[in-house]
């Protein structure tokens, strides 16, 4: 099938569901389904904010599965510890049992090992004493398993780099929970365990 460039293709209630440009390039106006990979379900911009939520207008049964990922991570009150939160509620609370460990690499000098083990918190503490120096933000990926499962524990994992609040001192943590609730989750948070925070944060559906 030959279209002009720049026509559209698409039905009678999303006539340009997708569009192909003169250069092939093919833009579609919806997330695709079915189709693999990551669909992007929302971009948000924290401005010295309390915490990111991605609600349940987001989390729904279209996806299991689920990818959050945050840049120019930078908290207002030095030494304070990133976290993440999940409800089964929509955010009336964040109080269900997280079983939690972390380990570090240190990317500036030598050292390396485990911290905050065996740990039963509600939190995710994905990281450790974050500088609040905005020339060194940080970043953070994490992988959110089996969410909307109605009857098995969910898991999280992944990864935040960043300055440690010690001058001249960086680390990767790698983090891991279990999430001991067999309710659907719905809503997830972001924060620092004090004070407010600038940065960018994505969540995909997979």
Do not use: C
Request: hydrophobic content about 35%.
């Amino acid at each position: 099938i030959i279209i002009g460039d720049g026509k559209t293709i698409g039905s009678a209630s999303d006539v340009d569901a997708i569009t192909i440009a003169s250069n092939g390039v093919v833009t579609f106006s919806q997330n695709t389904v079915g189709a693999g990979g990551m669909d992007l379900l929302s971009t948000q911009t924290a401005s010295n904010s309390t915490g990111i939520i991605f609600d349940s207008s987001l989390i729904t049964d279209t996806y299991n599965n689920y990818f959050i990922m945050g840049h120019n991570i930078s908290p207002a009150t030095d030494s304070a510890n990133p976290e993440l939160y999940m409800s089964i509620d929509n955010g009336n609370n964040y109080n269900l049992s997280v079983g939690t460990g972390r380990a570090y690499l240190r990317l500036q000098g030598a050292g390396s090992g485990h911290e905050h083990e065996n740990t039963t918190d509600s939190s995710i503490q994905i990281g450790n004493s974050i500088s609040n120096v905005t020339a060194e933000a940080g970043s953070f990926f994490g992988y959110l398993q089996n969410l909307r499962s109605a009857a098995e524990h969910k898991h999280a994992h992944g990864t935040y780099s960043g300055a440690h609040s010690t001058a001249n001192d960086a680390y990767s943590w790698r983090f891991g929970s279990r999430i001991i609730a067999t309710s659907k989750i719905n809503n997830v948070r972001f924060d620092f365990q004090t004070g407010n925070f600038d940065g960018v944060i994505s969540l995909y559906g997979i």
